[in-house]
Each structure stands twice: as structure tokens, then as C-alpha cells.
């Protein structure tokens, strides 16, 4: 069978990035996580004082950001790299969590990413995650997926991340910052995170990784077949 494409959107810190990396490795598709995308533009934005509200200085920056995906040897995922630098380390900080969601809602910004996402998919045998993927960057995918948890354990989730990486930051700052970026993200005007009609929830709250996959590669082998 031809290989389809698998969009998986969500609430942050539900951890569909590294369900979405293992549903591409067990089926040898290409994992994009668009998420890396926003954050990359994001840090770049942070880097040279760009303003969110000043149209013109946006439009400028897009014009010198490069995006692209480089496949770790020793893992094998892909990693964003921002203008030829790995950026894969940096995005993922407090800072850039705190900025992703505005610069994420702007409308230039949106229409940058998602043509580039849209090219990335052409080839098909994609597993991509993000917020609009179902709804708005491949609406017509095979296999849409919705994934959620209670708010309280997904700022648990992201805390521990953190921590393991040396941040320091509150569970409180954490259950927070979760909290405006859902309200940004399910509000702004273009491509709000939104259950596709067709997509299939996945409520991960109290399920292990192992039982995530298993659920997936279930609905996955569904539609390829």
C-alpha cells in the first residue's frame, strides 16, 4: 500500500513528539515535528529584538530564516537546524516556551511554516505533530489524531523535563506558562488548535508510552491496510 500521512495535534506537554518520533521509526517514516519549526523562528525573533506587533520587522526576519531538518547519526531523528546551527538545545528553554505561542499566531509567521510543512509532505510517509496539521496543513491525511491530558499532569510532565535538563523554574511558572499557551493557541484568528472533525482523541493522561504507541500503530496499520 502507498504510504499515508499521519497528523498528530494537541495540547502542549502531551507528549506527541516523542510518540510521534517511535510511530515513525516503527513504520520507517520521516517524523517532522513542526512544533521545532515555531520555536526555531521563535529563538530567532528573541535573538534580533524582533517585535511581534511590527509587520515589517517580521516579514524582514522571515526573509533571512532558514528551517530545515538534519537526521541525528546516532539516533537517527531529525534536529532543527536555524540557519545552519543546531538550534535543537536552545528552543526548548523557558525562554523560548514563553515566546513561542505569540510569534506561533501571527499570520505571516503561520503561512511561512505551513507552506514549508506542506512541501515537507509531498513525498508522503510522514508522521508530523503540531496544533493545525489536521485542520489546516494536510486536511485530508489519512490518519488524524487529536491527543490531550488534564492540564495538571501535563505541567507535571514538562516539569520533570525541565528539572532533568537543569532549568530552574517552578511547577507553578510551568503550569502557567501551559495555560497561556493554550489559551493563545485555541484563540488565535488563523488555524486555532482545534479537534478535527475526523480526528481521533487520544486522552493520554493516565496511559503509559507503550500504550500510546500500541493505540496508534493500531489506528496506523488500520488505514495503511
Known sequence: MPPIIIAIDGYSSCGK?????????????TYIDTGAMYRAIALYFLQHQIEEKEEEQVAR???????????NVETGI????LNGVNVEEPIRGKEVA???SAVAALPMVRAFAVHQQQEMGKARG???D???????????????IFMTADPKIRAQRRYEELKSKNHSVTLEEVYQNLMERDAIDSSRAVSPLRQAADAL???NSYLTREQQLSQIMGWAQKNIK
Request: proline share 4%; hydrophobic share 45%.
Open 98 to 100: 514563553g515566546k513561542v
Open 126 to 128: 510522514i508522521v508530523m
Open 17 to 29: 513528539s516523542t510518540v510521534a518520533k517511535e510511530v515513525a521509526r516503527k513504520l520507517g517514516y
Open 201 to 203: 482523541l487520544l486522552d
Open 61 to 71: 526576519a522571515l526573509e533571512h530564516i532558514q528551517l530545515r531538518f538534519v537526521k
Open 78 to 81: 531529525p534536529e532543527m537546524y
Open 130 to 144: 503540531g496544533r493545525d496539521i489536521g485542520t489546516t496543513v494536510f486536511p485530508d491525511a489519512e490518519l488524524k
